[in-house]
């Protein structure tokens, strides 16, 4: 059976590059192709979507927005957010909105193909420059952060790797440990992350409400 991916994004000339990208893919099958979160909104849930691929910048709704009311509507919904923005901030709130994944608009075809199979599989797929801002961000952390909010010695490992570019094959290779378990660890890593925010948010309300 073949994956059913959509595409949210605003500029023409991009949507259609990667309507084609999918197309030669045999075993992914693009149902939509939408240029706003508004439009995404009326139509996508009515699909039966495996994966999205998100542009975060959109006229209007954002494509974070978009993506956390979809995964409203449908929670099973894969979102990859595919952006030009690589910074921390916009990194943590996507993941918080529910997306699976981030990736930046210069990856390759046979990346974004691969992220696409490896979130359908359950996966987190993640840019190599994503990684390093997600790892950055865990060496920022204090040292009285809660130990949930923290990285295994493991998960540093897999970060680690994923950060200097290795796919997830060849992190199973050198760690010794199978692809499947690699994208545990990665999924794992981004749980954190919502945890991190979520004490975060939890904070600052409660900050707000003195």
């Known amino acids: 059976m073949k994956i059913k991916v959509a595409i949210v994004e605003d500029d023409p000339g991009l949507r259609e590059q990667l ?3 999918l197309r030669a893919a045999p075993d992914l099958e ?3 192709a939408y240029g706003s979160g508004e439009q995404a909104l009326k139509k996508l849930p009515v699909r039966e979507t495996n994966v999205v691929l998100m542009d975060i910048r959109l006229p209007r709704m954002s494509g974070i927005q978009c993506a956390a009311e ?3 509507t449908n929670p099973a919904l894969e979102i990859i957010m595919v952006t030009v923005y690589e910074d921390s ?3 943590f709130k996507a993941l918080k909105a529910g997306a699976s994944g981030y990736l930046v608009k210069s990856s390759p075809p046979e990346q974004l193909l691969a992220a ?3 979130a359908s599989a359950g996966g987190a797929p993640m840019s190599s420059h ?3 801002r997600v790892v950055k961000h865990f060496h920022l952390l204090t040292p009285g952060s809660q130990d949930k909010e923290k990285l295994s010695p493991r998960e ?3 970060l680690s790797h994923l950060a200097s570019g290795f796919i997830y094959k060849e992190i199973s290779d050198k ?3 199978s692809v499947e378990t690699v994208r545990t660890y990665v999924k794992n890593i981004c749980l954190k992350l919502h945890v991190r925010n979520r004490s975060e948010a939890i904070s600052h309300h409660r900050v707000d409400a003195v």
């Open 19 to 21: 309507m084609e990208v």
């Open 30 to 32: 693009c149902v939509g």
């Open 70 to 72: 979809l995964k409203k």
């Open 89 to 91: 901030e916009r990194i």
């Open 116 to 118: 696409v199979r490896d």
């Open 130 to 132: 994503i990684a390093r």
């Open 156 to 158: 540093q490992e897999v």
């Open 175 to 177: 760690l010794g440990i």
